[in-house]
């Protein structure tokens, strides 16, 4: 469902509903925005508040938009798989940490209800030894370093050299990388290959300047 | 803590649909030996009503638990259970160690009992190491997932001793779905069991496990 050859800029949308509302009203109508329901918003509003997002973004872009839901699945792949899908979400996330079990049932799940599958390598060292063990591949590995690391660690780096290194092994698979909130980070992602950018914090801290980050954030895709 | 040392706790994890928990709730005995969860799929599929909902089901002051899973954001997802109602929630062991830190940190915040899960874990013993704070509560088990597609991999019991004798904490483990597993779960010194309904059950037969446990485990 994504373009291999596109670039994409994923925004992970944390607040109240009523909220993000008006914070997609004010985006740009652009393809290459991807939406997210945070995981905090699916623990929050359950599967309705993907199906919110779903319709807003579709009147936005006058067309089906394209809706990650961060589940961050860790056990009953096929459960939460179905629930996401049929809310409306076009891709869900699984944790690189849940049991391999978990995960390979996670990507069979999604292929069933024809949605991408993402799995999330947070606080994982080698994501290759994750791959490696896999069935079948997701349609996306995220890199990520999580929210509360970034603020506790600052040392920990997202492993972008690992982007050129799985891609060159697994031709298919699309790169997201997460947890670089700056335009200077969303810069360094795009080049050093990675297919997706995820940010979500300045969105979250200033609501109501959402049209201008977008648009700011926008230029960097290219 | 919440929970008290002394007692042994059933905790019934509700996974399927708000209608079934409405069901499950209603033929359980009240007792405060009795721990209701509010499962994963349903916090992912309802949101934090699943939480409020399941409290406003269940008779005064029973103690209920957020299985959020948190593996990030925790200081926000703690704030969200803790004010729908929960009286615990639960952390993965996997994530990051900061993660987990400030999970316990915001727990004691809002008065909850903090649950560390380690699925996955391979040793529960080198992540409680690494904690600033201890949790309230270790939970011990083997995911749906895995138990359902690699049958030999097993809940480790002789952990739960281990555990007990290093950390001044209690011990949760998954107890299968008969009064003998419960039992056997018990006799290796577990302080809390956690049942499920499985899909070919009855909820009747999971409001009599509750029963059997009451009567044969003091």
Known sequence: MLNQRSKYLQIAFNRSLDEVRDMIATLPASEKIIIEAGTPLIKKYGKKGITALKEWWGEKIQKSGYIVADLKCMDRGSREVEAVADAGASAATCLGLAPIETINEFIRECEKAGIDSMVDMMNIEFPFEILQKLKKLPTVVVLHRGADENERNREKQIPHDQIHRIKGTYGNVLISVAGGETPRDVVRTFFNDSDIAVIWRSFYEAPENTANLAQEFLKLVK | ?218
Request: net charge negative.
């Open chain 2, 1 to 218: 803590m919440i929970l008290e040392k002394r007692k042994k706790y059933l905790h019934v994890a509700l996974n399927s649909t708000l209608e079934e928990a409405a069901e499950i709730i209603s033929q359980l005995p009240v007792s405060d030996r009795i721990l209701i969860e509010a499962g994963t799929p349903l916090i992912k599929i309802y949101g934090t009503e699943a939480i409020s909902q399941i409290k406003e089901m269940a008779s005064v002051g029973t103690y209920v638990v957020a299985d959020n899973k948190c593996a990030d954001l925790a200081a926000r997802e703690v704030e969200m259970m803790a004010n729908a109602g929960a009286n615990a929630s639960t952390c993965l062991g996997v994530a990051p160690i900061e993660t987990i830190d400030s999970f316990i940190e915001e727990c004691q915040k809002f008065n909850i009992d903090s649950m560390i899960d380690m699925m996955n874990v391979e040793s529960a013993l080198a992540v409680l190491k690494k904690l600033k704070k201890l949790p309230d509560i270790v939970m011990l088990h083997r995911g749906v997932d895995e138990s359902e597609f690699s049958k030999e991999k097993q809940i480790p019991y002789y952990q739960i001793k281990q555990i007990k004798g290093n950390y001044n904490v209690l011990v949760a483990v998954a107890g299968g779905d008969t009064i003998r597993e419960v039992q056997r779960a018990i006799f290796n010194d577990a302080d809390i069991v956690v049942v499920w309904k499985n899909f070919y059950q009855s909820s009747t037969e999971t409001a009599q496990l509750a029963g059997s446990f009451l009567k044969e485990i003091k």
